[in-house]
């Protein structure tokens, strides 16, 4: 009897401590903060959101996985429950809210605005005309990352990258920018930390480059340059071209294997106005929220401010009844 009970006993506890550990499990959550309170001691709000990050909690500095300057005004943090309910409870912060995984959409574009002719709305000027209005346009797409050894992306005749471009092409084992990026794929990055976070089933290769097809299609679809005798296995034939062949790429990996977070999604649109896009292109989505909880409706109205065109996907449901994805107004 004696060694039953102590049996039950050991189990009990297992479960508890098992329950403990759910209920402790750390998150990624999105703080958004009262930015205009910052104290003027602070010479950043980065600076003023980690100080108050760790008065109120107990989790280590680089808990915080992002600090948002121009799409959104907070941070990204993992945190168990009980750390993002002491966030809740500041006068500084408006609200904290778990990361979202969005959904990768497919697009038919060119289709729905009658631009599947050759010249589309063009009509009338010519191929030349067309290049000249799109070639110191940037493009930001975010997506999957982008193969960039796709003809799709060629530079031939390209002149030289705008001076107010401020982005990058980042290093990684399978990506080299001296190699794989010209004045056609101007930039190429990527962002992971809340993927990190929430992978349970091994992490992908940390890298811009597309492992997917997705990135690449809809990069291409946007802006590829002109490819001559492109068909499906020797079918279609033809020449395959964006909606905007002289325009700049610039690539922001936010979708992997497990999804999009809402957490890199937001780190990539604040990256991308910073960087100096023109346009900013999203074939994701996750259903409608009320737009305060909605990252990406927020990031769109930030960089829209600046002067931005932000292009998103109204998702691949219905034709049932509220089935639109990224319903906030253009």
């Known amino acids: 009897m004696g060694l039953g009970c102590g049996i039950w006993v050991c189990a009990i506890a297992f479960v508890l401590h098992s329950c403990l550990f759910l209920v402790s499990a750390k998150k ?41 300057d121009s ?34 959409h497919t697009t038919r574009t060119p289709e729905f605005l009658g631009l599947d002719t050759d010249l589309g709305q063009w009509v009338g000027h010519s191929l030349q005309e067309l290049n000249q209005a799109s070639q110191d346009v940037i493009i930001g797409v975010l997506d999957t990352g982008v193969w960039p050894e796709s003809k799709s992306f060629s530079d031939a005749n390209m002149p030289d990258v705008p001076s107010r471009w401020r982005g990058e092409c980042e290093a990684a084992d399978d990506f080299d920018p001296k190699i794989h990026c010209n004045k056609k794929l101007i930039g190429a990055r990527f962002f992971s930390r809340g993927y990190n976070m ?100 927020i990031g769109a109205f930030a960089a829209m401010e600046k002067g931005i065109v932000v292009s998103c996907s109204a998702g691949n449901s219905g034709p049932a009844k509220a089935s639109l994805a990224n319903v906030a107004p253009g």
């Open 71 to 104: 799409a959104y005004h907070g941070f990204a943090a993992a945190l168990s429950p009980e750390e993002a309910e002491s966030l809740r409870q500041s006068d500084s912060v408006l609200g904290v809210y778990e990361d979202t995984v969005y959904t990768l």
């Open 198 to 297: 929430a992978a349970s089933d091994g992490k992908e290769t940390q890298s811009p480059r597309d492992g997917d097809g997705h990135g690449t299609h809809t990069a291409s679809t946007a802006a590829g340059s002109q490819v001559e005798n492109a068909s499906l296995l020797g079918y279609a034939s033809g020449k395959a071209r964006g909606m905007a062949p002289q325009a700049r790429l610039a690539t922001y990996k936010v979708c992997w294997k497990s999804g999009c977070l809402g957490s890199d999604i937001l780190a990539a649109m604040d990256r991308a106005i910073l960087d100096g896009v023109d346009v900013l292109s999203l074939s994701l989505g996750g259903g409608s929220a009320p737009y305060a909880r909605d990252t990406i409706a």
């Open 28 to 68: 990624t959550y999105i703080v958004h903060m009262k930015h205009h309170q910052k104290p003027l001691s602070y010479a950043t709000h980065g600076d003023w959101y980690s100080d108050h990050f760790q008065s109120l909690t107990s989790a280590a500095p680089d808990s915080i996985l992002y600090t948002y």
